[in-house]
């Protein structure tokens, strides 16, 4: 099913895929939320979003991940952090991956929230391995948290 969502994506205007994301999760039930973010996460493993998408629409990838990271519903949180730092660490250009320095302490945040919530542990073992592949390639990201970076992996 994914690689057929993706397939779709391929041949739409990627842009107003994106924009209609957008407005799926800004809808108040909660399982519509998840379904977008689910969605957005699917494309970017799926490698239909490129970093010119991102850079011409970092605003809205911003806003729509800060909101993520601070929604009430724990699970929109925890795709949302999934989603944060894939789109992170696929993104080769490091001056664009420190345009979302800002989101840091929420992507910090959200993950002791994850670990802390997480009954099985496969998602927090997850968002671990990925918050660590984006730290191995993108180090300076931390710079303005380092402290709060530190004491969650001490924790």
Same mark, same amino acid.
């Given at each position: ?6 397939? *779709?994506? &391929?041949?739409?205007?990627?842009? !107003?895929?994106?924009? $209609? ?7 108040? @039930? ?22 010119? /998408?991102? @850079? ?5 990838? %911003? ?13 929109? $949180?925890? =795709?949302?952090? %999934?989603?944060?730092?894939?789109? =992170?660490?696929?993104? !080769?250009?490091?001056? &664009? ?11 910090? @945040? ?5 670990? %802390? ?7 927090? !073992?997850?968002? /671990?391995?990925? =918050?660590?592949?984006?730290?191995? *390639?993108?180090?300076? *990201?931390? !710079? ?12």
């Amino acid at each position: 099913i994914a690689e057929n969502i993706a397939k *779709l994506y &391929l041949i739409v205007d990627l842009h !107003k895929s994106f924009g $209609q994301i957008v407005t799926l999760f800004g809808n108040e @039930n909660n399982i519509i939320r998840r379904f977008s973010i689910l969605i957005l996460e699917l494309i970017i493993d799926l490698d239909v979003i490129n970093e010119e /998408m991102v @850079n011409s629409s970092i605003n809205e990838f %911003k806003n729509l991940l800060q909101n993520g990271l601070q929604d009430t519903d724990a699970r929109v $949180q925890i =795709l949302t952090l %999934k989603s944060a730092t894939t789109l =992170l660490t696929k993104i !080769k250009n490091e001056n &664009l991956v420190l345009e979302f320095s800002d989101l840091t302490k929420l992507i910090i @945040n959200s993950l002791i929230y994850c670990l %802390k919530n997480d009954e099985d542990g496969t998602t927090a !073992k997850s968002c /671990m391995e990925t =918050l660590n592949s984006l730290t191995t *390639l993108h180090p300076k *990201l931390w !710079k303005n948290n380092l402290d709060n970076f530190l004491s969650v992996i001490c924790e």
